[in-house]
């Protein structure tokens, strides 16, 4: 097999993407699927509003077998990224890559599946939660309250395009909430 270099890193690291040998987790796909499924934990704001995708990860084989620089290349919000970088990074080592006889440094991508029943979400289990919550609806913001009153008492998780962090820059007093661990930005499909 051809040699493709993709990048050289810092401190002159050269990375590959087509090798003679690609890393493996050991025991292979299965295996890494069982690892998905026994460690991935969903975080509690993607359970509360029924997020769910597919999320691809690029990362670093390193020479080691150790897993570094895990990044999303899709993003479906709410914590799912943080979550599947920990996953990853986490893992027991896997088997490097081999060119020419050598361990060599791979980047290397795989889906992690964020898979949850979707449904009704309703302001007040939102409210209920220990999260802050803050809508754009058709590129206006908007308090939980006010949200209400322009699509009701429920939506549908299916209805949220995004949920990200969100960092009220304007410091416009409606949408701080200092008692919430976290506020989150629900952007709704139009």
Same mark, same amino acid.
């Given at each position: 097999?051809?040699?493709?270099?993709?990048?050289?890193?810092?401190?002159?690291?050269?990375?590959?993407?087509?090798?003679?040998?690609?890393?493996?987790?050991?025991?292979?796909?299965?295996?890494?699927?069982?690892?998905?499924?026994?460690?991935?934990?969903?975080?509690?704001?993607?359970?509360?509003?029924?997020?769910? @995708?597919?999320?691809?990860?690029?990362? +670093?084989?390193?020479?080691?077998?150790? %897993?570094?620089? #895990?990044?999303? $290349?899709?993003?479906?919000?709410?914590?799912?990224?943080?979550?599947?970088?920990?996953?990853?990074?986490?893992?027991?080592?896997?088997?490097?890559?081999?060119?020419?006889?050598?361990?060599?440094?791979?980047?290397?991508?795989?889906?992690?599946?964020?898979?949850?029943?979707?449904?009704?979400?309703?302001?007040?289990?939102?409210?209920?939660? @220990?999260?802050?919550?803050?809508?754009? +609806?058709?590129?206006?913001?908007?308090? %939980?309250?006010? #949200?209400?009153? $322009?699509?009701?008492?429920?939506?549908?998780?299916?209805?949220?395009?995004?949920?990200?962090?969100?960092?009220?820059?304007?410091?416009?007093?409606?949408?701080?909430?200092?008692?919430?661990?976290?506020?989150?930005?629900?952007?709704?499909?139009?």
């Amino acid at each position: 097999m051809d040699t493709l270099k993709t990048d050289t890193i810092k401190k002159n690291k050269t990375m590959f993407t087509a090798i003679d040998s690609m890393p493996e987790y050991p025991g292979g796909y299965v295996a890494f699927g069982r690892y998905v499924s026994r460690n991935l934990k969903y975080p509690p704001v993607a359970q509360l509003i029924g997020i769910d @995708g597919k999320l691809v990860m690029t990362f +670093i084989v390193e020479k080691d077998g150790k %897993i570094t620089s #895990a990044m999303p $290349v899709n993003c479906i919000g709410a914590g799912c990224e943080a979550e599947a970088t920990r996953l990853l990074e986490s893992s027991i080592a896997w088997k490097p890559g081999v060119q020419k006889g050598k361990r060599v440094r791979v980047q290397y991508s795989v889906p992690i599946i964020f898979m949850i029943d979707k449904g009704k979400v309703t302001m007040k289990d939102l409210r209920s939660s @220990g999260y802050g919550f803050v809508f754009k +609806i058709k590129d206006a913001l908007y308090t %939980i309250d006010e #949200a209400q009153s $322009v699509i009701g008492k429920s939506f549908r998780s299916e209805d949220v395009k995004i949920a990200e962090l969100f960092y009220n820059t304007d410091d416009e007093p409606k949408f701080t909430m200092p008692e919430k661990k976290e506020v989150y930005l629900l952007t709704m499909k139009e």
